[in-house]
C-alpha cells in the first residue's frame, strides 16, 4: 500500500510540474490585440462624439500584425457624392502589458509621430485606447478637431 501512494503522489507532482504555464491559458494581450479593429466609438470631456466621427469618416481602421507593425487607414468623406479621402499610416508599435500602455510610431508627413495610449480589452472584440500627454492634441490634428481629455476611442475587432 505504501509503493501504491508513493507512486500516487510522484504521478501527482509530475503532472503539477508539467503545467508550465502557471496555470493560465488566456492569450497575452499582444495575442489578442493583434488583427484589424474598427473605430466604433469616440467620447471626450464633452461627451459622446460618435456622431461627428461617423459624419466626417467612412471608416478608420488599424491593423497591429505580428512584428510589431501597425498601418492605419483613415477614410475621410469629401464634399463630392460618392468619394472619399483615404489616408494610409504605416509604422510600429510597443506594448507594455504590465501597465496597459500602447506605443504606436506612425509616419506622418514622412516624420516619426509618437502615439502613446493606455489602453484595456473588453473581451475577444472590443477595444479602448485612450490617449495619453500630447497623444491628444497629435490626434486632434490628425482629424482635423479638438478634444478635451479625457478622450476615448472605442474599436471593435473586424478581423
Excluded: H
Excluded at 502557471?22 to 460618435?50: I, Q
Amino acid at each position: 500500500m505504501r509503493k501504491l501512494t508513493l507512486v500516487l503522489m510522484i504521478f501527482g507532482l509530475l503532472l503539477v510540474g508539467c503545467d508550465n504555464d502557471g496555470g493560465s491559458d488566456a492569450a497575452s494581450d499582444a495575442d489578442a490585440l493583434l488583427g484589424t479593429w474598427a473605430v466604433s466609438g469616440l467620447t471626450d470631456a464633452s461627451g459622446d462624439r460618435s456622431g461627428s466621427l461617423l459624419e466626417s469618416y467612412n471608416s478608420v481602421m488599424i491593423t497591429l500584425g505580428a512584428g510589431s507593425t501597425i498601418a492605419m487607414v483613415v477614410d475621410a468623406k469629401t464634399e463630392e457624392a460618392n468619394t472619399s479621402d483615404v489616408t494610409d499610416y504605416e509604422g510600429s508599435f510597443t506594448l507594455d502589458e504590465a501597465s496597459k500602455a500602447l506605443i504606436a510610431t506612425l509616419s506622418v508627413s514622412g516624420q516619426p509621430t509618437p502615439l502613446t495610449f493606455s489602453y484595456s480589452l473588453q473581451g475577444e472584440s472590443s477595444l479602448k485606447l485612450n490617449p495619453v500627454g500630447t497623444t491628444t492634441i497629435l490626434l486632434g490634428v490628425l482629424f482635423q478637431t479638438t478634444y478635451a481629455d479625457p478622450v476615448e476611442f472605442t474599436f471593435t475587432k473586424v478581423q
